[in-house]
């Protein structure tokens, strides 16, 4: 009785659980995903440029039996789309382009039906411009022979549109091939080269570049289907704008915080960016300017994400709050969705944040 009289004369808030501490429960939260035998994930959490998370989990080589380490390299398919888009805004910033301008103006081999076909269209991917990797059979033959940039577009140059452009959202590798294009024409430089003189050199950006299946590339992982099984085998050549570099954790972050500074190009660009696309009949298709914007918690969150060779990448930011979450996996969903999974370390971050304010 003595020590029941004792326990109630506590304030609950002594009888409380304490919150676990938050870099363990990020840890907690990507780990109860991941087997360690099975591929896996190198992931970075950041608050205000701040690591909370930086860790990797599973296997970046099954058969090796070499373990992911966040210093590793992954092909990053689509968040590619995020530096095409900085790449076309850089050079906008610079009056080297209009975005509300037609395509045609920049790349003279436009087929009629595209004259009224924007840049703008195609970073908002509203183009109506056929998607080549849409076709049946793309990914089983044609994605698996190297290809020039060129001829990733010259396919559905006869064909008609799909819809008038701006009317319809419809996600469009091609759109973004086609961007590559013109940030070749307008710059004087491939597309590779300029991501890499202007966005990745002048960031330190060490382990950002093309992802050529033909080259030896330091420190990257290894794929996986479901199995495992090896990757899906696809040319690189065919990913170029649309989905073809690789990069690391802590570039990707760093990338994105330059960014959303207005280091790489203005805060009025990165704005446009950021805001979500509306069409004409008043819809808003949830995508910005090479980006994917959405809430969590009633805050914003913009970045991208990414899948091929089974690699899934998700590069995300929470801008109200300065939170960064990236994660890289070699495999086909071992650890199930990388959106979700962003979502909830961004989320536990959040509350604790809005925890800590609210005492």
């Known amino acids: 009785?003595?020590?029941?009289?004792?326990?109630?004369?506590?304030?609950?808030?002594?009888?409380?659980?304490?919150?676990?501490?938050?870099?363990?429960?990020?840890?907690a939260l990507v780990a109860a995903r991941f087997k360690p035998e099975l591929p896996g994930v190198a992931a970075l959490v950041l608050k205000?440029?701040?690591?909370?998370?930086?860790?990797?989990?599973?296997?970046?080589?099954?058969?090796?039996?070499?373990?992911?380490?966040?210093?590793?390299?992954?092909?990053?398919g689509s968040t590619t789309k995020l530096f095409t888009v900085t790449a076309i805004l850089l050079l906008a910033d610079e009056g080297k382009l209009v975005l509300d301008a037609p395509v045609a103006r920049y790349l003279a081999d436009a087929p009629p039906q595209w004259s009224k076909v924007t840049l703008l269209h195609l970073l908002a991917h509203t183009s109506g411009i056929p998607n080549l990797s849409m076709d049946?059979?793309?990914?089983?033959?044609?994605?698996?022979?190297?290809?020039?940039?060129?001829?990733?577009?010259?396919?559905?140059?006869?064909?008609?549109?799909?819809?008038?452009?701006?009317?319809?959202?419809?996600?469009?590798?091609?759109?973004?091939?086609?961007?590559?294009?013109?940030?070749?024409?307008?710059?004087?430089?491939?597309?590779?080269?300029?991501?890499?003189?202007?966005?990745?050199?002048?960031l330190g950006l060490k382990h950002t570049a093309a992802g050529d299946d033909r080259q030896?590339?330091?420190?990257?992982?290894?794929?996986?289907?479901?199995?495992?099984?090896?990757?899906?085998?696809?040319?690189?050549?065919?990913?170029?704008?649309?989905?073809?570099?690789?990069s690391t954790v802590d570039d990707l972050a760093a990338f994105m915080l330059a960014l959303q500074a207005g280091q790489i190009v203005s805060p009025a660009s990165v704005a446009?960016?950021?805001a979500g696309h509306v069409l004409p009949n008043g819809e808003a298709t949830g995508y910005g300017l090479g980006t994917w914007v959405r809430r969590v918690n009633g805050k914003r969150l913009v970045g991208h994400g990414g899948y091929i060779f089974n690699f899934y990448s998700q590069l995300e930011m929470d801008v109200d709050s300065g939170i960064v979450a990236v994660t890289l996996h070699n495999g086909d969903r071992f650890g199930g969705d990388n959106e979700e999974l962003s979502k909830g370390l961004i989320a536990a971050v959040q509350e604790q944040a809005a925890g800590a304010a609210a005492k």
């Open 48 to 76: 205000d440029g701040q690591p909370l998370l930086r860790k990797g989990y599973g296997m970046a080589n099954v058969e090796l039996g070499v373990p992911v380490r966040p210093e590793h390299v992954f092909r990053i």
């Open 272 to 274: 446009r960016m950021n």
């Open 216 to 246: 030896l590339i330091p420190g990257l992982v290894t794929g996986y289907q479901l199995g495992p099984k090896p990757a899906w085998i696809l040319a690189g050549s065919n990913l170029y704008a649309a989905g073809g570099l690789v």
């Open 1 to 27: 009785m003595k020590a029941l009289g004792l326990l109630l004369a506590l304030p609950l808030a002594a009888l409380a659980a304490p919150p676990a501490p938050l870099p363990g429960a990020l840890d």
């Open 136 to 202: 049946s059979g793309y990914w089983r033959t044609t994605a698996r022979l190297d290809h020039q940039p060129e001829e990733l577009v010259a396919p559905v140059r006869a064909r008609p549109l799909d819809f008038e452009p701006g009317a319809r959202f419809a996600y469009n590798n091609t759109g973004y091939n086609r961007l590559g294009l013109v940030i070749e024409k307008v710059s004087g430089q491939g597309y590779y080269d300029f991501i890499e003189a202007r966005i990745a050199r002048p």
